[in-house]
């Protein structure tokens, strides 16, 4: 996005897509000190006013994330489903957990949001219950195992935000491997009579509703 587009959309969000900036430039941070292995890319602070609508949207009590680095974007989903939601956040990698539990504490967010160690491929099979609203930004290659999941944790109305679609359509991570798992899961995502599914051209997310 460009740099002028980016302003005029912060001026006119007025702050309400200012939440948790220190979180997101910590990750930032981390991301540049560890390099090219490191993917610790938190989301646009400009997504954060989604996460409000999304929340009123579904009335939100239950929110899930798989990829949490830094717990950024954990913390503004949280803040906008408000005292009585809780966000479950799922992180691969250790330290990356360790990072997001010390700035959770630190914002007296580790009340309101868990945090499970382990792969998404791995722990979305042993959730229980409905979620209201789910955010998958974590290892893309991984989606379409998630498929029967997301179905089995959602509920009419739940909301599912895809992210990391790029490597497919273009923008950032091109040169990466997982296009055929990103186009597979798309693909049956679109198709499947539980979602009502649209990709988002230019961001590369995608949007679901249960129905
Ligand atoms: C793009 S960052 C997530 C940023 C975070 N959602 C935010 O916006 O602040 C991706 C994170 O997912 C983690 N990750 C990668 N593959 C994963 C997997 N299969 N299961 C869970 N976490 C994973 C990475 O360690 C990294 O911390």
Not at 25 to 50: E, F, I, T, V, W
Not at 75 to 99: F, R, Y
Request: one cysteine or more; charged letters at 25%.
């Amino acid at each position: 996005m460009k740099k002028t587009v980016e302003q005029l959309l912060m001026k006119i969000y007025a702050g309400r897509a200012d939440i948790h900036l220190d979180l997101y430039q910590l990750s930032n941070q981390h991301r540049r000190k560890h390099g090219r292995d490191c993917d610790m890319y938190p989301s646009d602070p400009l997504q954060a006013p989604l996460w409000k609508a999304i929340a009123s949207l579904t009335h939100a009590r239950r929110m899930l994330e798989v990829g949490c680095g830094h717990g950024y974007t954990a913390a503004v989903m949280a803040s906008a489903g408000g005292p009585n939601c809780h966000v479950d956040t799922i992180e691969a990698n250790p330290q990356h957990a360790k990072l997001a539990e010390k700035a959770l504490q630190e914002r007296d967010l580790s009340e309101r949001i868990t945090i499970l160690r382990g792969r998404g491929q791995n722990l979305l099979p042993r959730l229980k219950g409905r979620y209201d609203v789910l955010f998958l930004d974590g290892d893309w290659r991984e989606y379409p195992r998630y498929i029967p999941h997301l179905r089995r944790l959602t509920r009419p109305g739940s909301i599912i935000v895809t992210a990391n679609l790029n490597p497919l359509f273009g923008g950032w991570g091109g040169r990466l491997q997982g296009k055929p798992a990103i186009l597979s899961y798309l693909t049956r995502l679109v198709r499947d009579p539980h979602f009502r599914t649209y990709i988002v051209p230019g961001e590369w997310h995608s949007i679901s509703v249960r129905v």
